[in-house]
């Protein structure tokens, strides 16, 4: 396919849990974002990627959160020791070019659920 | 207060009717985007926006910078326009997307 894919799309964790959250951004597309979006809220920015080089990690919620993109495609995101208030869809978007304000292109997220 | 607000959180309308969603926002920005999200989570671009009015199919989105607001408009609605729609400036002091909550669009046949 061509567009951004996730995976899991769907993954429930016990408390205390690491888990892994993983983007296929499009081929070539060199900004990568990942957003955290909770139920019935709007996407909050966690991290953004240029290349390999992760430019801006001022979302992240807590040093539990940790994300990288070691060859700059593919980009994983792992929590580790979840908690419930982590549970919400992760989403990931990639864009053509590097900087922020080029259109995005968004993945259908991974719902995680901590229970 | 959020920097992105957008109203209302929910509306309900018969095919065919004229919608309208209104944002506003707080921050400095250089651009908007218009986004529908579908259930299942997926998001889409519809517009992205700095002055005036795009125009899409049924979809029209305007913009004022000095009032700070926006709105998205769907003539002739039908059905599958059924969605979230979520407004998102470029702002912050990183220049990153800021999300409004989002509305929710039910169209009825």
């Known amino acids: 396919g061509a567009g951004v894919s996730q995976s899991p799309r769907y993954k429930v964790a016990k408390r205390g849990q690491d888990v892994a959250l993983r983007c296929d951004p499009i081929s070539g597309h060199v900004s990568l974002f990942w957003y955290q979006q909770a139920l019935g809220q709007g996407p909050e920015f966690l991290t953004y990627?240029?290349?390999?080089?992760?430019?801006?990690k001022s979302g992240l919620p807590s040093d539990r959160f940790f994300a990288e993109r070691p060859e700059g495609s593919v980009s994983t995101l792992k929590i580790q020791r979840t908690q419930q208030e982590d549970s919400a869809v992760y989403l990931c978007?990639?864009?053509?070019?590097?900087?922020?304000?080029?259109?995005?292109?968004f993945g259908p997220g991974t719902r995680l659920t901590v229970l | 207060k959020n920097e992105v607000e957008q109203s209302p959180q929910n509306l309900t309308a018969q095919e065919g009717e004229f919608i309208t969603i209104n944002c506003s926002y707080s921050?400095?920005?250089?651009?908007l985007h218009w986004l529908q999200q579908h259930p299942g989570g997926g998001i889409v671009s519809l517009f992205m926006l700095s002055s005036g009015k795009k125009k899409h199919g049924r979809l029209i989105a305007t913009i004022n910078i000095q009032e700070k607001h926006s709105s998205l408009h769907i003539t002739a609605s039908h059905p599958r326009d059924s969605a979230v729609y979520i407004c998102a400036v470029y702002g912050g002091s990183q220049g990153n997307l800021i999300f409004g909550k989002g509305t929710k669009l039910s169209v009825k046949p």
């Open positions: 990627f240029q290349n390999e080089a992760q430019l801006d």
């Open positions: 921050v400095g920005i250089s651009a």
């Open positions: 978007a990639s864009s053509l070019y590097g900087g922020r304000e080029g259109t995005q292109y």
